[in-house]
C-alpha cells in the first residue's frame, strides 16, 4: 500500500500561480497528477517516472511543471500562468509498474484531492 497525501491547493486568480504537493508513503516508480472538474470525467496533468522522465497533458504544457524528491517521496506540481478552465480537485496518484502513461485506471493508489480554483 502507498498512501498519497495532497497539499497546496487554494484561490488565486488568472494568471497566477499555485505549487502541488504529495507526500507518499512509500516509494512508485510512476506519480502523476490528474484532476476532475465538476461534471467532468478526471483527466492526466502530467506524470513523472523515478528517473525523471515526465509527459505532460496537451493544456499545461509550457504552464506546468511535474518534479519529485525521490529522498523525500513527494511529488510536485508548479502550476503558473492559470486559466479559469484549470478550476478542479488535483490528485495525485502512484503506479508501481514499468509502463507509466496519463490513464486513471492503470494507477494503483490516490489521493483525497488538493482543490484549485481560479477566479478571473
Known amino acids: 500500500q502507498v498512501q498519497l497525501v495532497e497539499s497546496g491547493g487554494g484561490s488565486v486568480q488568472v494568471g497566477g500561480s499555485l505549487r502541488l504537493s504529495c507526500v507518499a508513503s512509500?516509494?512508485?516508480?510512476?506519480m502523476a497528477w490528474f484532476r476532475q472538474a465538476p461534471g467532468k470525467e478526471r483527466e492526466g496533468v502530467a506524470y513523472i517516472t523515478s528517473i525523471g522522465t515526465a509527459t505532460y497533458a496537451d493544456p499545461v504544457k509550457g504552464r506546468f511543471n511535474i518534479s519529485r524528491e525521490n529522498a523525500k517521496k513527494t511529488l510536485y506540481l508548479q502550476m503558473s500562468s492559470l486559466k479559469p478552465e484549470d478550476t478542479a480537485m488535483y490528485y495525485c496518484a502512484a503506479f508501481r509498474g514499468s509502463l507509466c502513461r496519463l490513464v486513471a485506471a492503470e494507477f494503483d493508489y490516490w489521493g483525497q484531492g488538493t482543490q484549485v480554483t481560479v477566479s478571473s
Open positions: 512509500g516509494f512508485a516508480y510512476c
